[in-house]
């Protein structure tokens, strides 16, 4: 069955990096476009960043853009999400998704949560 | 690019309907077909309920139902039942800079 399961989420200092990494079964990873969306603590989702089945393309939600880098590696069937210079407003539990038709997130993972506190 | 408007609760009692709104701009919901719900209890990652404003993915009872007029999508769940209690958002393709928007979320409480 089709499984992502996020990992690499913990406690980091204002301005600090983090590296958040998501890993696929289940399906051929290499087929599909993959989703970031983060929830931070109490409030709605917000799409962070997809990148294609091959990488060729990323796209960006404007409050990560320059910050934040989505990355894959297909032989290894995961998905990277490198965040830089973080602060308090990207505390979140942070989920990958497996596209659906491009534009719909059909599969998630459990998320895993950043925290970014001094 | 901004949230989707959404109510922030709406309620109703074991088989009886709600509807939830949905309201965007020209730019997202009002330009494409690519709406999209979610259903997400507590603790737990969204589930995917509609997708293209009306389609139910396999094993979503049609209970669920969406539709679409001009800016803005909804959503209805009919026959409520108890473990329709959720929060539940709508999403849209935002077209320009191939961007995505979620809606601010909606409580659903079965009374």
Redesign the interface.
Known sequence: QVQLVESGGGVVQPGRSLRLSCAASGFTFSSYGI?W?RQAPGK????VA?SWYDGS?K?Y??SVKGRFTISRDNSKNTLYLQMNTLSADDTAVY?C?RA??T????F????TQVTVSS | ?S?LTQPPSASGSPGQSVTISCTGTSSDVGG?N?V?W?Q?HPG?????MI??VSKR?SGVPDRFSGSKSGNTASLTVSGLQAEDEADY?C?S?GGS?????????TKVTVL
């Open positions: 989703h969306v709605g989702l917000e799409w997809v393309n796209y939600a404007e989920y998704a659906y038709r534009y719909y997130f059909e998630w993972g459990q998320g | 690019q949230a494409y690519y999209s979610y997400q737990k990652a969204p589930q995917l997708y293209e993915p958002y999403s393709y800079n191939n961007h995505y928007v979620f809606g601010t979320g």
